[in-house]
């Protein structure tokens, strides 16, 4: 069974972000940063599926999602679940430990986990990959969105506020080679989709996409 409690890496990362939620959230708008992995789900996934997202932060991408999908967001974050709310009043959001879900087995046909799993420490990313497998309906497909590189650590990071001032949040994140986490995944219960699955350069990083099949 899964452990419910977080680590204080963890805590601090969920602290952290429900501190500059809605300055985290206005500098996160680009509906169009997954358009092309958006196009490939779709694809994948048949219209009017149940499926979930995975750290819907303040809701960006769950407008896009919910136009083919039977949608339903979750997140860790009060704060952002809040703020998601309130940017997409229609759609449903509530707030989830990704370790253990309130969910039913086979609940969803598919789900979309964009930069979620990257805040997880490496020897608990088995834990929630199971938990995902879990609530996945076999031959569920998935997406999955990681960073580049190695180790892990706490990383600083910096947004402005409206009159131009610096501020600072600290987030945890774990970063992997793409064969690294591929195994992972293997030994969690998906298929990689390996035609569907690439190296994405946005700037100075370098995401690791994964489009998966629940086994």
């Known amino acids: ?60 991408d769950a407008p896009r999602l919910a136009q083919k999908y039977r949608y339903l967001g979750t997140d860790r974050s009060p704060e952002l679940i809040q703020v998601a709310r309130k940017n997409n009043p229609e ?26 799993l990257l805040h997880l420490p490496k020897n608990r990313i088995g834990e929630a990959l199971r938990e995902m497998h879990r609530v996945t309906k076999p031959d569920g497909i998935g997406f999955i969105s990681l960073k580049e590189g190695y180790g892990q650590k706490i990383e600083r990071d910096i947004l402005f506020d409206e009159s131009g001032e610096e501020i600072h949040y600290d987030r945890f994140v774990a970063r992997y080679q793409e064969s690294e986490f591929a195994s992972i995944l293997t030994e969690n219960h998906f298929n990689i989709i390996d035609d569907k699955s690439y190296v994405k350069p946005v ?12 086994k």
């Not at 959001?93 to 969803?108: G, K």
């Open 203 to 214: 700037g100075n990083t370098r995401w690791l996409i994964f489009f998966v099949k629940n």
């Open 1 to 60: 069974m899964a452990q419910v409690e977080l680590t204080s890496l963890e805590e601090l990362t969920i602290s952290e972000y429900g501190r500059v939620a809605q300055l985290w959230v206005s500098a996160h708008t680009t509906q169009q940063f997954w358009s092309p992995e958006f196009d490939i789900f779709e694809s994948l996934l048949p219209p009017k599926s149940s499926m979930v997202e995975f750290g819907s932060g303040g809701g960006r």
């Open 91 to 116: 759609l449903s959001f509530q707030q989830e430990n990704i370790y253990r879900m309130s969910f039913l087995a086979d609940s969803f046909g598919g789900f979309w986990c964009s930069a979620t």
